[in-house]
């Protein structure tokens, strides 16, 4: 069965940083596209960071770049959100994210609480 499971969220000052995780199984974690999304109360999920199947190449929200970094690892079927500079406003429910247009599949996490405060 599916899954794709996140953690590291929790609460941080401005300024600070926290790694997200995000372990997937019952898939070919290694074929799909992967993502970071976030959904702050009242807005829309939108999409922060991406990455290619191998990790070639990755994009970001203009909102992040700079701030932010996707990488992954297939040895260990695991996709990283690296995010540094937080501000209030990155406050939201992280979402990770596995596509594979190819193959027509699209999973998704229950998502993980960042809260950015003094």
């Known amino acids: 069965q599916v899954q794709l499971v996140e953690s590291g969220g929790g609460l941080v000052q401005p300024g600070g940083s926290l790694r997200l995780s995000c372990a997937a199984s019952?898939?070919?974690?290694?074929?799909?596209?992967m993502r970071w999304y976030r959904q702050a109360p009242g807005k829309e999920r939108e999409l922060v960071a991406a990455?290619?199947?191998?990790?070639?190449?990755?994009s970001y929200a203009d909102s992040v770049k700079g701030r932010f970094t996707i990488s992954r690892d297939n040895a260990k079927n695991t996709v990283y959100l690296q995010m540094n500079s937080l501000k209030p406003e990155d406050t939201a429910v992280y979402y990770c994210n596995a596509v594979s247009f190819e193959l027509g599949r699209n999973y998704w996490g229950q998502g993980t609480q960042v809260t950015v405060s003094s």
């Open positions: 019952g898939f070919t974690f290694s074929s799909y596209r």
């Open positions: 990455i290619t199947s191998i990790g070639g190449s990755t």
